[in-house]
């Protein structure tokens, strides 16, 4: 199930279920958005990203859903596999002024028990 | 292709000391990022260069951290002095241009005591 703990929102799921993790961006101007994953002790490794004039962008395994009405993202995963252990980010990317300057989320937890 | 390469991986020092990363990004990359990121948090975006030229330093506490890309190139902060609460992850990243995927170095975890 999901929880809020003290710091990051955690995710726990079986190996092989499909996990589904969700982001609120803030800025509804905002062009272009970026799925990372973070594994412990290393930097964030993109994902998928998906344009505003899409809802909906699919690669191998995860899917990117975008619906801008309510300035929410989600990322699914399917057959979730312990690999898939690790922390992950939503970015946003305002076009302030054409700096583009991109913005992280919280981060969500994922657990995956063999 | 290379990563982002980052040094140190980790240092300890203690309060009021100085402490300087060094981050070289993948080769083309016009855009550089510095972050912090504080266990349990996303990353904080410290400073964004646009080849040698600050596109962002807003979030950059100016009274004791700096940053250069003199050359376009490789780039360090510096931070002087610490402070406890600089305890963190700082973390460089670049890309080809402005907002566009980031490629992140492995980090330098940073401990203040």
């Known amino acids: 199930g999901e929880s809020v703990g003290l710091h990051l929102p955690t995710l726990s799921v079986q190996e092989g279920d499909n996990s589904i993790i969700n982001c609120a961006y803030s800025n509804s101007a905002s062009d272009y958005f970026i799925w990372y994953k973070q594994e412990s002790g290393k930097g964030p490794q993109f994902i998928i990203d998906i344009r505003s004039n899409m809802d909906k962008r699919q690669g191998q395994r995860v899917t990117v859903l975008l619906n801008k009405t309510v300035k929410h993202l989600s990322l699914q995963i399917a057959a979730t596999q312990p690999g898939d252990s690790a922390v992950y980010f939503c970015?946003?990317?305002?076009?302030?002024?054409?700096?583009?300057?991109?913005?992280f989320g919280r981060g969500t937890s994922l657990i995956v028990h063999p | 292709e290379a990563g982002v390469a980052q040094s140190p991986r980790y240092k300890i020092i203690e309060k009021r000391q100085s402490v300087a990363f060094w981050c070289n990004p993948i080769?083309?990359?016009?855009?550089l990022y510095w972050y912090q990121q504080i266990l349990g948090q996303g990353p904080k975006l410290l400073i964004q260069?646009?080849?040698?030229?600050?596109?962002?330093d807003s979030q950059l506490p100016k009274d004791r951290f700096s940053a250069e890309r003199l050359k376009g190139v490789d780039s360090t902060l510096k931070i002087q002095p610490a402070k406890l609460e600089d305890s963190a992850v700082y973390l460089c990243?670049?890309?080809?241009?402005?907002?566009?995927?980031?490629?992140f170095g492995a980090g330098t975890r940073l401990s203040v005591l």
């Open positions: 990243a670049s890309s080809l241009e402005p907002g566009n995927i980031q490629y």
């Open positions: 970015a946003e990317r305002p076009p302030a002024g054409g700096s583009y300057i991109p913005t």
């Open positions: 080769s083309g990359h016009a855009t």
């Open positions: 260069f646009q080849n040698n030229g600050v596109v962002d």
